[in-house]
């Protein structure tokens, strides 16, 4: 999933009826995630960047929060999730979308280098499996001792 263009993406304010924490991974929550009153989706944010769980902390049940979803997500009836991409809490802004979505592009470049070098490993692995010398076990000394 890319960053969307910020054009693309549609107020949503509410109020928070329920909030929760995503599993952890590797000592850090996963995801933070607010039922809003306002609307039947629920609004998340995966763990790319920080402050996951001090987010969750610094929004109580009942704060009005303002988020700013993508527009296609909004209108997908089937839809029950939408990653935010811009957090207000009670008029303050949180975190930003330039925050969220440079962390996002961050997360993007990591994975990118990661596949590349899992793909080099590869071809070389394809390549010492291809024109490598085989190199003939070495003769079993038991076995033929028993054809003499």
Known sequence: ?????????????????????G?????????????LNSTDKVVYLPSKGWGIARLHDAVPIGARLRVLLEESCVEDVEESKCVF????IDGEPYRTFESISEAWAKNNRAGLWIGIGFGLCGLLCLFQSR??????APPNKALNADVE
């Open 131 to 136: 024109f490598a010398k085989a190199v003939p």
């Open 23 to 35: 599993p952890r991974v590797k000592g850090s929550h996963s995801s933070v995630s607010f039922a």
């Open 1 to 21: 999933m890319g960053v969307p263009n910020e054009l693309e993406l549609a107020p949503v304010t509410g109020l928070v009826t329920s909030k929760a924490l």
């Open 85 to 88: 991409w811009s957090i207000d």
